[in-house]
T-cell receptor, first 115, second 115 residues
């Protein structure tokens, strides 16, 4: 089954304790991206990757890091989480398509609470 | 910059009522337009799309027409069902930009359909 898998689905942590949210896709997609979803703000892009070892900032990258060492994995790293990073996070993937017409496939989301 | 403005919710309708969710966009290039749907507890999934002016996207009884002259992509359905209760997101990808896979999302409109 084609899917994007995120872990953990739910996490409560404390300020400053480093954490990683993993994302893996089994569709051999080149493109992967992280979004955060907040009430009244919709989805905002954090980082994206067009292929292995190629990453770039989205609209709200501050406080986050990513890496793309393998095609299937795109982990999101919070080196020192703060309460304003409490949010619902989504990973997404698609075929790399310069025409921008392709479908994004989303994971089920990771709800993070930083105390 | 690119942006999407969609009708604020929440929207509550009775079963079999007509649905319209308004969406307008601003883009510097040649955008593709999308509607994504998020059912409770799930990630987003593509509902329909249109890649050029005057295209009509349709799926599951929903329709939206790409109107370049009014920069709009309104979502419509003639007769909603309880199972349509979800959050609906309008989005665009700007084919003229690097990273054309990136989607810009509206803030989402929550639809509740009551029996």
């Amino acid at each position: 089954e084609a899917q994007v898998t995120q872990n953990p689905r739910y996490l409560i942590t404390v300020t400053g304790k480093k954490l990683t949210v993993t994302c893996s896709q089994n569709m051999n997609h080149e493109y992967m991206s992280w979004y955060r979803q907040d009430p009244g703000l919709g989805l905002r892009q954090i980082y994206y990757s067009m292929n292995v070892e190629v990453t770039d900032k989205g609209d709200v990258p501050e406080g986050y890091k990513v890496s793309r060492k393998e095609k299937r994995n795109f982990p999101l790293i919070l080196e020192s989480p703060s309460p304003n990073q409490t949010s619902l996070y989504f990973c997404a993937s698609s075929r790399a398509n310069r025409g921008g017409t392709g479908e994004l496939f989303f994971g089920e989301g990771s709800r993070l609470t930083v105390l | 910059g690119d942006s999407v403005t969609q009708m604020e919710g929440p929207v509550t309708l009775s079963e079999e009522a007509f649905l319209t969710i308004n969406c307008t966009y601003t883009a510097t290039g040649y955008p593709s337009l999308f509607w994504y749907v998020q059912y409770p507890g799930e990630g987003l999934q593509l509902l329909l799309k249109a890649t050029k002016a005057d295209d009509k996207g349709s799926n599951k009884g929903f329709e939206a027409t790409y109107r370049k002259e009014t920069t709009s992509f309104h979502l419509e359905k003639g007769s909603v069902q309880v199972s349509d209760s979800a959050v609906y997101f309008c989005a665009l990808s700007d084919r003229g930009r690097a990273g054309a896979n990136n989607l810009f999302f509206g803030t989402g409109t929550r639809l509740t359909v009551i029996p």
